[in-house]
């Protein structure tokens, strides 16, 4: 099991920016962040494939980026423009699959979460 730490979420004003971070206790294939507002389910906001390849939600295309760092296990999630619809619990994963299944953000393709953190637009 692999073990994800995240940081670097707080209360931002719309159109602000935050960067967050999450650091993995080892390398893996496949990163990704999701999202979780009260409610609703818990979506696959970007994601990172071991080549550099990125994907991500219609919803946070153009706003949001997702890189990593493989010599510290660690990937982050660079949110511009932030919109009241951003608020949400954000969480790292982590999975062995690649390709498609990395791309797809399907939650079942990752074995690992970290404990999340909160992100909160204020107008």
């Known amino acids: 099991q692999v073990r994800l730490v995240e940081s670097g979420g707080g209360s931002v004003q719309t159109g602000g920016s935050l960067r967050l971070s999450c650091t993995a206790s080892m390398y893996t294939y496949c990163l990704a962040w999701f999202r979780q507002a009260p409610g609703n389910e818990r979506e696959g906001v970007a994601s990172?494939?071991?080549?550099?390849?990125?994907s991500y939600a219609n919803s946070v295309k153009d706003r949001f980026t997702i890189s990593r760092d493989n010599a510290n296990n660690t990937v982050y999630l660079q949110m511009n423009n932030l919109k009241p619809e951003d608020t949400a619990m954000y969480y790292c994963?982590?999975?062995?699959?690649?390709?498609?299944?990395?791309?797809?953000?399907?939650?079942?393709?990752?074995?690992?979460w970290g404990q999340g953190t909160p992100v909160t637009l204020s107008s």
């Open positions: 994963a982590a999975g062995w699959s690649s390709g498609v299944y990395c791309r797809r953000r399907n939650r079942g393709d990752f074995a690992s």
């Open positions: 990172i494939d071991h080549d550099g390849t990125t």
